[in-house]
Each structure stands twice: as C-alpha cells, then as structure tokens.
C-alpha cells in the first residue's frame, strides 16, 4: 500500500481508503462489515470514513467499535457533520450548536477521544462561514479534531472559507470529499486546481461509480437481484447502455495491462496528485483485497489517452 499526504498538512493517509456510505450498519451483515475493515487494516489501508447520518449512527458504531482493536495511532478515522439526526428544527446544518452537539454525539458512538478528520458534509447556506468555521476550530483547540475537512463543496465556497479562515487565524480546510471517477468528472476544471494551490488535498468517493466501473452490470435493464442498484432508484438511473459499453472498451484496456477494469478505474483516479485517496466501499472482505491492488498502479501516457478516447 502507497501512501500520500493529506493536502497541506503532515498526515499521511493510504491511497485507497474504506468507506461506509450505503453498506455499514445496516445494509451489510455485520459480520461481511467487521471482516472487510479487519481486512483493510490488514492491506495496509489506514484511512476509514464514516459520518453521523450513515444509519442516523450505526455506521460509526461498527466502524469505531472494530477498530479498537488497533492501536489509535496506526490509522486515520474521519467522519461527518450536517445531515438531519432528528425532527427538530436545529437538527441539521453547519451552527455552532449542531456542529458541537453533534462532534460529541459522533465521538461517544465510535467509542473514541477524537477524530482526525472531521467534515462539513455539505455546504450550508443558512448559517455563516465564521461561525461554522469557529466551531470547527473549538473542536481542534479540544483535541476533539485534528483536521478539518469538507465535502462536495464548490470551489468558490472553499475558497471563501479560507479567506474567513485566514482573516480570523481559525484552522484551514485541508481536504475535500468530492464524486469523482470516469464518468463524473467536475471537479478537474475548478476544485483541483484550488486544492493545488490552497493545499487541499482530495478524498474523492464513488470512484468506481458505484459498481459500474467494476463490470459488473452487463446492461442497463437487467439488474442484478439483491445488489445496491436494485433497491436504489437514483442509483439505477445512473446505469446507461451507453456507460456499459465504455465500461466493455475499457475492460479491453485493463485486460492488456493484466489488471482488473476496477484497478483500471482507480488508478486512473490516483494519476492525480492533489488526489490523496480513492475511498472505496466494500460489502465483502474479498472486494476491500481486490481494490487494494490498484495502488501503485502507474499508467503510461499512452493508456492514459486511450481512456481518454474511450471517455470522450
């Protein structure tokens, strides 16, 4: 396992990273959930994502409760704050109140002292950035969180944010949790190019597009039984003929290098540097090992205009 540092900041994280969004806690049988973060750590990975609204909490119970088992130095654990945890009217958002309630609501359900990483799930429009970004640096001068972070903001939001930040010495933003893999794509015109120059470092999730960069949907209208897709609506919606058929040129392309049309996915996300990890979700160990070997993967300038033209 590679690994990259974090943006502008000193923390090393793995190149590929676990997530829990629409698996743990709920949709995956728990023991599926523990082996594949054993697994993880065991690969080398060091970077597990979680957040307070997977499962309103569940998430983050089976995420902190398995990896107790580690030493708390040896891995990086990261989770979220915005999304509604309840009826009221201050149960979402990025206040002070819900930020604070909710880092310490979130630190008693992983069972731990502190967080590394803690994100702003989504940009709030309702409340202002200094006071979002006081909270936040509270909870760092606590020790309650190392790193601030953020996730599928514009680059224009961040960019305001460091400047607030920068004008009341608060602690800066020094990564972003955007969508990004082959077929989504925004974040290359304006939000790398910031994150290069601000030190914001990139932890992009649905790298391989939730399952589709993997192969294994052979055509748009013949879902497999059982999978995500099948119970989700807006994740059927994402699954063209038009993208299977991208996906079957790219599976000629990764089988000449001898490697998985997935690792293909990966790696391709990884040729950028202000990327410092593809966070990947897994509903079986096997799957975690499988993703696993797309690090280090280098793929040549030619491959890499080749996707291109598979892309286009």
Same mark, same amino acid.
């Given at each position: 396992?590679?690994?990259?540092?974090?943006?502008?900041?000193?923390?090393?994280?793995?190149?590929?990273?676990?997530?829990?969004?629409?698996?743990?806690?709920?949709?995956?049988?728990?023991?599926?959930?523990?082996?594949?973060?054993?697994?993880?750590?065991?690969?080398?990975?060091?970077?597990?994502?979680?957040?307070?609204?997977? #499962?309103?909490?569940?998430?983050?119970?089976?995420?902190?409760?398995?990896?107790?088992?580690? /030493?708390?130095?040896?891995?990086?654990?990261?989770?979220?704050?915005?999304?509604?945890?309840?009826?009221?009217?201050?149960?979402?958002?990025?206040?002070?109140?819900?930020?604070?309630?909710?880092?310490?609501?979130?630190?008693?359900?992983?069972?731990?002292?502190?967080?590394?990483?803690?994100?702003?799930?989504?940009?709030?429009?309702?409340?202002?950035? #200094?006071?979002?970004?006081?909270?936040?640096?509270?909870?760092?001068?606590?020790?309650?969180?190392?790193?601030?972070?953020?996730?599928?903001?514009?680059?224009?939001?961040?960019?305001?944010?460091?400047?607030?930040?920068?004008?009341?010495?608060?602690?800066?933003?020094?990564?972003?949790?955007?969508?990004?893999?082959?077929?989504?794509?925004?974040?290359?015109?304006?939000?790398? /190019?910031?994150? #290069?120059?601000?030190?914001?470092?990139?932890?992009?999730?649905?790298?391989?597009?939730?399952?589709?960069?993997?192969?294994?949907?052979?055509?748009?209208?013949?879902?497999?039984?059982?999978?995500?897709?099948?119970?989700?609506?807006?994740?059927?919606?994402?699954?063209?003929?038009?993208?299977?058929?991208?996906?079957?040129?790219?599976?000629?392309?990764?089988?000449?290098?001898?490697?998985?049309?997935?690792?293909?996915?990966?790696?391709?996300?990884?040729?950028?540097?202000?990327?410092?990890?593809?966070?990947?979700?897994?509903?079986? /160990?096997?799957?975690?090992?499988?993703?696993?070997?797309?690090?280090?993967?280098?793929?040549? #300038?030619?491959?890499?205009?080749?996707?291109?033209?598979?892309?286009?």
């Amino acid at each position: 396992m590679k690994y990259r540092k974090l943006g502008g900041s000193g923390i090393k994280v793995s190149e590929i990273s676990l997530g829990s969004w629409l698996t743990y806690g709920g949709y995956v049988e728990r023991e599926n959930a523990v082996n594949a973060i054993k697994t993880a750590y065991e690969l080398g990975i060091n970077f597990f994502d979680t957040a307070n609204v997977y #499962e309103r909490g569940a998430a983050e119970e089976l995420v902190g409760e398995t990896l107790k088992a580690y /030493p708390r130095h040896s891995y990086v654990l990261a989770t979220k704050v915005f999304g509604q945890m309840g009826d009221g009217p201050n149960d979402r958002g990025l206040s002070r109140k819900h930020i604070l309630e909710q880092a310490d609501a979130s630190l008693k359900r992983l069972g731990h002292d502190y967080v590394d990483i803690y994100y702003c799930h989504r940009y709030d429009p309702e409340t202002r950035l #200094e006071e979002t970004l006081r909270a936040l640096d509270d909870l760092v001068r606590q020790g309650k969180v190392l790193y601030v972070g953020v996730s599928e903001w514009q680059a224009a939001q961040m960019a305001e944010a460091l400047g607030v930040a920068d004008r009341y010495l608060l602690d800066r933003i020094v990564v972003n949790q955007p969508i990004y893999n082959m077929f989504e794509r925004y974040i290359e015109k304006e939000v790398i /190019p910031l994150g #290069e120059r601000a030190g914001i470092g990139q932890v992009v999730f649905s790298p391989l597009a939730q399952g589709l960069l993997t192969g294994k949907y052979t055509s748009a209208s013949a879902i497999p039984e059982g999978s995500r897709a099948a119970r989700l609506e807006w994740m059927r919606n994402g699954i063209t003929e038009e993208k299977i058929l991208k996906v079957r040129a790219l599976e000629g392309v990764a089988a000449e290098l001898d490697i998985t049309v997935g690792n293909l996915a990966l790696a391709w996300i990884l040729r950028q540097p202000n990327v410092a990890s593809a966070l990947v979700g897994a509903s079986r /160990p096997e799957q975690v090992t499988e993703n696993a070997k797309a690090s280090g993967i280098e793929l040549s #300038e030619e491959t890499l205009k080749r996707i291109d033209e598979i892309l286009a």
